[in-house]
């Protein structure tokens, strides 16, 4: 009975050493209005970790009011239309675009991927290739990291 007791005591020490916490992961939300980002608009969430990172990253994508956690009455069509794209481990997101509050952006890009330098730079170059030569430069405006990726 005692080598059966102290075998189970070392199979749980054992289990319990050798198991990792969940990781947490980062949750990327976008949502683009209809005809693409440079017509119908774009708006994005991020929720890192915690209770239900899912529907955080899609409230703040959605602009869910906390007063009664509903989508607003005035709502744009790129807010309707948020869902989550990415889940991230270790990765970093960045998200570009160009335009300005006064002109609608001719340029949009975001990237996934293992640093945060890498992510930047990439979101920068799909934002200018499709914003083409002559416009507005593209710009980060969005970028983040889950876990250990930098």
Do not use: H
């Not at 319990?16 to 980062?26: T, V």
């Not at 960045?94 to 340029?107: D, E, L, Q, V």
């Amino acid at each position: 009975m005692r080598r059966i007791c102290l075998l189970n005591v070392i199979l749980a020490g054992g289990m319990i050493a050798w198991a990792q916490p969940s990781a947490a992961e980062g949750v990327l939300a976008v949502g683009i209005g209809p005809g693409g980002p440079t017509r119908g608009g774009w708006v994005y969430g991020w929720a890192y970790a915690g209770d239900n990172p899912q529907t955080r990253a899609l409230n703040t994508c959605r602009g869910i009011l906390k007063e009664n956690n509903k989508i607003p009455a005035n709502a744009g069509e790129a807010q309707k239309a948020c869902k989550i794209v990415a889940t991230l481990r270790d990765q970093c997101m960045a998200i570009s675009s160009n335009g300005n509050t006064n002109k609608a952006p001719t340029g949009f890009g975001w990237v996934i991927a293992m640093d945060s330098n890498t992510a930047q730079e990439q979101a920068l170059s799909m934002c200018e290739a499709m914003a083409g030569t002559g416009q507005a430069p593209c710009t980060i405006r969005a970028s983040e990291c889950d876990g250990s990726a930098k």
